[in-house]
Each structure stands twice: as structure tokens, then as C-alpha cells.
């Protein structure tokens, strides 16, 4: 069993920065890869950046070269850079773990200000 809590998000305006954070409990031995999901209000969840145990990344296009996924498997936490933030990546965001059964955090609230 895996437990995963979000931290980091907040209220910032269009181009600033926030680092969310996600800690893992439980089995992290257990955990291959890792990743951020995001949910607007009335979208569907859509994967943001994923990350491999191994450290390779992939990334949607709508964040490429903005925000940058990172993990430290002996913590068993992964974080996500955001930078140059834009209205529209407010949303709830949710990190996620497969071990190998996927796991979900509570998600943390991101709000960008125009």
C-alpha cells in the first residue's frame, strides 16, 4: 500500500513559479514510475509529466520547457517546477504512483491570476 500527499500549490499571477511537492508513505519500494495529473472544472484529468524510476521524463506538450518533473526514489518524493504559469493551467493537480496498482494523492489547488 502506497499513500501520497500533495503539497505546494497556492494562488500566484501569470509568470510566477510554484514547486509542488508529493510524499510518498507505504511501500515506496515498491513504486516504478510517478507522475502529475492535472483537472480543470468541467475537463477531463489529463497527465502533465510522468517520470520514470530511472529518471526519464515525458512531458504534455502545453507545459514543454516550463515546468520539469523530478524524484528522489530514496525519499520517495517527486516534484514538479512550474514556471512561467498561466491562467490556464489552473487546476487541482494530483500525483500518482504505480506500485504497480496506481495510487493517487488528495491533490493540491493551483490558481493562476491574470
Known amino acids: 500500500q502506497v499513500q501520497l500527499v500533495e503539497s505546494g500549490g497556492g494562488l500566484v499571477q501569470a509568470g510566477g513559479s510554484l514547486r509542488l511537492s508529493c510524499e510518498a508513505s507505504g511501500s515506496i519500494f515498491s513504486i516504478n514510475n510517478m507522475g502529475w495529473y492535472r483537472q480543470a472544472p468541467g475537463k477531463q484529468r489529463e497527465s502533465v509529466a510522468v517520470i520514470t524510476r530511472g529518471g526519464s521524463t515525458n512531458y504534455a506538450d502545453s507545459v514543454k520547457g516550463r515546468f520539469t518533473i523530478s524524484r528522489n526514489n530514496a525519499k520517495g518524493t517527486v516534484y514538479l517546477q512550474m514556471n512561467s504559469l498561466e491562467p490556464e493551467d489552473t487546476a487541482v493537480y494530483y500525483c500518482?504512483?504505480?506500485?504497480?496498482?496506481?495510487?493517487w494523492g488528495q491533490g493540491t489547488q493551483v490558481t493562476v491570476s491574470s
Open positions: 500518482s504512483a504505480s506500485a504497480p496498482v496506481r495510487y
